[in-house]
């Protein structure tokens, strides 16, 4: 008998507006988000790695213009792409992650690379480039991943002297921009990946928590597989996937409790907005968010496929 999988991605969450959100920007988002989460659950049917699923599932995301990590990233406030990217395999809790990267076209696939090829979790800037490029990785020139939509919010945020956008006329600038996949495999290994652009207008080479174990992605078998998104300083402050996992495994909270007692306790009376997608040892999938929506999909343990945007549906 064939163990049950499961998957569930997130395209961010954040204030995304109804009203400002055209049918023609929907379906093509909800069209991304579908392709996501079939590609990762196509290697899963197969038989094959929840991390490799992952990886998948976050790809297509990366290679939308629609999501704030690869091809739609964000611009910084020298009007460069800086991408940061992890992963996590629950086996034996190996960890890759990559931080500031302006040159590769899926960092979701260089933290892989980190974790399996390197001695290393964590990788930034010109050192994870030259480590991608040992690597088979191909050279990525910035105009492949700039967008107009991108460079019309950097102006705005450098108006304002903002790091948030406060009006704009996409439904979905004021949502914190990360892309992740969690997984359940039929061999009953955990994992997660998590990739992003970061914050529009960003200096100083800064980093969120996409990029760190713990607050960004966590993955442990037995227990519980998360990916976040939000206000990124927040999340590593909270170490908010870690703590959805330690509320599991010490208190055996399930996955349920313990993703809305993080993303609706402590981490929202803080000020932090966001969201998380987790999956746990049985294929029980919760997505968790503070926020007005989260992009997002799965496919559950009985195959069936669900695709959302608003917190009320």
């Known amino acids: 008998m064939t163990k049950p999988f ?13 009203d400002q959100m055209t049918e023609t920007l929907k379906q093509e988002i909800l069209a991304a988000l579908t392709q996501s989460v079939q590609a990762g659950a196509a290697i899963l049917e197969a038989g094959g790695d929840a991390l490799d699923a992952t990886v998948a599932a976050v790809k297509v995301m990366e ?3 629609h999501f704030n990590a690869g091809k739609g990233s964000v611009l910084t406030h020298d009007e460069m792409v800086e991408m940061d990217a992890s992963v996590m395999h629950g086996a034996a809790m190996d960890a890759g992650a990559i931080a500031g990267v302006r040159h ?9 690379d980190v974790m399996r090829d390197s001695d290393h979790v964590l990788l930034i800037g010109e050192g994870a480039e030259k480590f991608a490029f040992e690597h088979q990785h ?3 020139e910035q105009d492949y991943f700039f967008t107009e939509r991108r460079y019309e919010q950097l102006l705005s945020m450098k108006e304002k002297g903002l790091f948030a956008l406060s009006e704009s006329k996409y439904p979905d600038d004021k949502k914190y921009g990360t892309v992740g996949a969690v997984a359940l495999d039929s061999h009953g290994n955990l994992a997660a990946a998590t990739s992003t652009g970061g914050v529009t207008n960003k200096k100083y080479g800064r980093v969120g928590d996409t990029a760190i174990i713990g ?5 442990e078998n037995g227990n519980v597989a998360v990916s976040t998104t939000g206000m990124g300083e927040y999340f590593i402050r909270k170490t908010v996937a870690g703590d959805v996992a330690a ?18 306790g402590e981490l929202k009376a803080m000020g ?3 969201g998380l997608i987790a999956v746990d040892a049985q294929g029980d999938v919760h997505f968790g968010m503070n926020s007005s929506g989260m992009y997002r999909a799965s496919v559950d343990c009985h195959g069936e496929v669900t695709v ?3 917190a009320d549906e």
Not at 104 to 112: D, G, H, K, T, V
């Open 6 to 18: 499961a998957i569930a991605i997130h395209g961010g969450a954040g204030t995304i507006l109804r």
């Open 63 to 65: 290679d939308s213009p």
């Open 104 to 112: 590769i076209r899926n960092p979701i696939e260089l933290a892989r």
């Open 138 to 140: 191909q050279y990525t």
């Open 215 to 219: 607050a960004g992605t966590f993955a």
């Open 247 to 264: 509320r599991m495994r010490y208190l055996k909270e399930d996955v349920h409790t313990a993703c809305e007692t993080v993303i609706q």
């Open 272 to 274: 932090g907005e966001g």
């Open 308 to 310: 959302k945007i608003y």
